[in-house]
């Protein structure tokens, strides 16, 4: 079968690259707290599984307005699943059993250690140069996000929920990276574009849906206002718009810069959190959000 034409590029390329980074900075620094309200009444292997299939039908029937070609290869299909499970289902289920047990804002502090993992699993996987200074970097931004929590982790004791929130989180970010290798593979084979998101977060809303079944939850809905609008609110700007802009800036800038968005967006994250949530600063959040920051900074930094 004949290659199908090449797919256009997202519309989100005609903005520049600080609007794109800024808008999935804010986007994304809201939808920690947007969660919270999808949490109750329905399982969040159904909530995430309503978000990206509402999202991957909105993005389907644009492509059909705009005439853009869905057709993929078998192996391109394959591609895109494997990128739906990790981005779009399996990472989000994980964030959003773990903001059952820890404020949103943490989570989102958690989230910034995204880079750093990012900037290994390029020269893991893709064999880029990891420096001495990136090393370095690195050790910061791991130091910076643990005096972030440390406040938190000395009220909780020994609490099992804090724990098991802290573990789904960091195995979420470990799935959200393997999702951003998968994204720039993607996006090295020429996979992108909005076909590619319908399907991709298709193949995630489905996948979630599976989850759900395989683990006897109940698919119910929850039709309260704070419901629909947080799920609206998630699936419009969250999902189509803030990926839009990630992954334009992922073949813009690369997997490395274009994940700096996670060093900014707890930032965002946390204040919304303490307007919402009553979260408490201390001086250990300032002191270990200025170190992860300077952490991702020297590892992200251009040279020369």
Same mark, same amino acid.
């Given at each position: 079968m004949a290659r199908p034409a090449a797919r256009p590029a997202h519309d989100a390329c005609t903005l520049n690259t600080l609007s794109l980074f800024a808008g999935c900075v804010l986007i994304w620094g809201t939808t920690w707290l947007a969660i919270t309200y999808q949490l109750g009444n329905v399982a969040p292997e159904a909530s995430v599984s309503?978000?990206?299939?509402?999202?991957?039908?909105?993005?389907?029937?644009?492509?059909?307005?705009?005439?853009?070609? &869905?057709?993929?290869?078998?192996?391109?299909?394959?591609?895109?699943?494997?990128?739906?499970? $990790?981005?779009?289902?399996?990472?989000?289920? $994980?964030v959003y059993h773990a903001e059952m047990h820890v404020v949103s804002g943490l989570l989102a502090v958690a989230y910034s250690a995204g880079p750093l993992l990012a900037m290994l699993g390029m020269r893991l996987v893709f064999g880029h140069a990891m420096t001495a200074r990136m090393a370095a970097g690195s050790l910061l931004g791991i130091a910076g996000i643990a005096?972030?929590?440390?406040?938190?982790? #000395?009220?909780?004791?020994?609490? #099992?929920?804090?724990?098991?929130?802290?573990?789904?989180?960091?195995?979420?970010?470990?799935?959200?990276?393997?999702? &951003?290798?998968?994204?720039?593979?993607?996006?090295?084979?020429?996979?992108?574009?909005?076909?590619? &998101?319908?399907?991709? &977060?298709?193949?995630g809303g489905a996948a979630s849906l599976v989850i759900a079944l395989a683990l006897g939850r109940t698919l119910s809905f929850e039709w309260s206002p704070a419901y629909l609008l947080s799920l609206l609110y998630l699936t419009v700007f969250g999902s189509i718009l803030g990926f839009a802009?990630?992954?334009?800036?992922?073949?813009?800038?690369g997997a490395a810069r274009t994940s700096y968005i996670g060093v900014m967006v707890p930032i965002v994250a946390l204040v919304v959190s303490s307007l919402f949530e009553g979260f408490a600063w201390h001086a250990l959040t300032l002191a270990g959000i200025g170190v992860s920051v300077a952490g991702n900074v020297l590892v992200l930094r251009r040279t020369g």
């Open positions: 309503y978000r990206f299939l509402l999202a991957a039908l909105l993005i389907a029937g644009y492509c059909r307005l705009r005439g853009l070609p &869905m057709r993929f290869r078998a192996g391109e299909h394959a591609a895109l699943a494997l990128l739906g499970v $990790l981005m779009y289902s399996i990472g989000y289920i $994980l005096l972030v929590f440390w406040p938190e982790i #000395g009220h909780a004791g020994h609490r #099992g929920d804090f724990a098991l929130g802290a573990l789904l989180i960091v195995i979420a970010v470990l799935v959200s990276t393997a999702g &951003m290798l998968v994204a720039h593979r993607n996006h090295e084979r020429k996979l992108r574009g909005w076909p590619t &998101m319908a399907w991709s &977060m298709g193949y802009g990630f992954l334009t800036l992922l073949g813009r800038i």
